[in-house]
Nanobody, 120 residues
Framework: QVHLVESGGGLVQPGGSLRLSCAAS????????MGWYRQAPGKQRELVADISNDGVTNYGDSVKGRFTVSRDNAKNTAYLQMNSLRPEDTAVYYC??????????????WGQGTQVTVSS
């Protein structure tokens, strides 16, 4: 079994910052890509940012220059530093991991999501 647990969400004022964490645990052989997605009410889930195991990053257009994704491979943990937050960033943020388990099965796993609300 593999589990992803997000933390760090909450309520923040416009212009503020939050840092999300995603810790993967279980029978993991290797994690290739860790990603952050978000889904606002009535909208489709969209990519926020992802990062490969060798540090290559990819960002959604709406967050470029404001958000930074990083990871600690030794801890199987990814982070999302969110600065200059806007009300339109309000959403449930989900972590994903494209990984191979100890039994050499490749699959994509998801966390349960963490709410981020940007409001004054």
């Amino acid at each position: 079994q593999v589990h992803l647990v997000e933390s760090g969400g909450g309520l923040v004022q416009p212009g503020g910052s939050l840092r999300l964490s995603c810790a993967a645990s279980g029978k993991i052989f290797s994690i290739y890509i860790m990603g952050w997605y978000r889904q606002a009410p009535g909208k489709q889930r969209e990519l926020v940012a992802d990062i490969s195991n060798d540090g290559v990053t990819n960002y959604g257009d709406s967050v470029k220059g404001r958000f930074t994704v990083s990871r600690d491979n030794a801890k199987n943990t990814a982070y999302l530093q969110m600065n200059s937050l806007r009300p339109e960033d309000t959403a449930v943020y989900y972590c994903s991991a494209d990984l191979m388990t100890d039994s050499r099965r490749a699959d994509i796993y998801w966390g349960q999501g963490t709410q981020v609300t940007v409001s004054s």
